[in-house]
Nanobody, 115 residues
Framework: QVHLVESGGGLVQPGESLTLSCTAS????????MSWFRQAPGKQLELVAT????????YNTKLVRGRFTIGRDNTKNLVTLQLNSLQPADTAMYLC????????RGQGTQVTVSA
């Protein structure tokens, strides 16, 4: 059974940073691409970034604007998202998911950016 657990969210001020983590279990993580999504209240789910099984990455450049970095540690079944220069518009629930199957996703971790 696929199990994804996000952590690392919180309340920060504009300009600050956070590192989100997602721990995976129940599937051969090393062979799977992983993605981070986010959903703000009243808005649709947005793809933030993807890291493929081979380690290559892609970003929603309009959203990220060079501020976020996705990474993975296959020894720990871990995917991370480094968030820098956070702004109030980045306030959202951040979720990780298998890149090929959005139905396989975690419950999310809340990021709130406010002065």
């Amino acid at each position: 059974q696929v199990h994804l657990v996000e952590s690392g969210g919180g309340l920060v001020q504009p300009g600050e940073s956070l590192t989100l983590s997602c721990t995976a279990s129940g599937f051969p993580f090393i062979h799977y691409g992983m993605s981070w999504f986010r959903q703000a209240p009243g808005k649709q789910l947005e793809l933030v970034a993807t890291i493929r099984a081979d380690g290559t990455t892609s970003y929603n450049t309009k959203l990220v604007r060079g501020r976020f970095t996705i990474g993975r540690d296959n020894t720990k079944n871990l995917v991370t998202l480094q968030l820098n220069s956070l702004q109030p518009a980045d306030t959202a629930m951040y979720l990780c998911a298998q890149a090929s199957d959005l139905q396989q996703r975690g419950q999310g971790t809340q990021v709130t950016v406010s002065a």
